[in-house]
């Protein structure tokens, strides 16, 4: 039940397109774009002042690493905001090494807003939220198209289903819970997204990223 007054909006945030239009109808969702580069290393700097300016060259490249994804600058900001991380240039120095990692951003965690519990969820465990209750063939398809590189590039949608070994129903469901994009006609994938499918821990058991002409 939804419940406001004659002043009041409900405002949902969520990956999945299905729940925004069940939530608001077409006319009333929005998609969000990540930022771009310079207005992501300006949120990054913006929560973590101190780090950014002790090491000013690998602060943008971080920005770009994650895409402009606003939730992994807010959990890369607040890291490196620590005292421990940005009072001196050689600390700062040391944490924007650690962050370089694709695997150690996907385990920074924060508590996600409106959670019942006080448990940290992992960024890592927040994109899993995403893939719970799809299909198996749908998950194993996502993590097969890590195998591609990662946005900027893009692959044919034929190459998708030929690596992920899916059809292009199920790769609708993955654009449409925003675990895929549609760049015209052809495909991409967010650089984090890429990082996640990637993880060693992973079913996709591919370890190189493929060509992405064709």
Known sequence: MRCVGPNG????????????????????????????????????????PEACDGDPEAA???????????????LLGRYLAAPERSY???????AFAEMADPNRRLE?????????TS???????????????????????FYALGAFASKPETFDPDAAVAVADVDSRTLALLISRSLLEKDGERLTLHQTLADFARQPSQESGIEKPVSSEG
Not at 14 to 26: G, K, L, S, V
Not at 108 to 116: C, E, H, K, S, V
Request: aromatic fraction near 4%; charged fraction near 25%; hydrophobic fraction near 45%.
């Open 108 to 116: 920074l965690a924060q508590r996600r807003l409106g959670a019942i």
């Open 9 to 48: 909006v409900h405002l949902l945030t969520t990956r999945n397109q299905e729940i925004a239009r069940d939530f608001a109808a077409q006319q009333g969702t929005q998609d969000v774009p990540v930022l771009d580069d310079p207005d992501a290393f300006d949120m990054l700097k913006s929560l973590a």
């Open 60 to 74: 943008p490249k971080l920005a770009e690493a994650v895409g402009g994804l606003p939730l992994a600058l807010e």
């Open 88 to 94: 001196f240039a050689d600390l700062s120095a040391e």
């Open 119 to 141: 448990e940290d969820r992992t960024l890592s465990e927040t994109i899993s939220l995403s893939l719970e209750d799809l299909q198996a063939g749908a998950v194993s398809g």
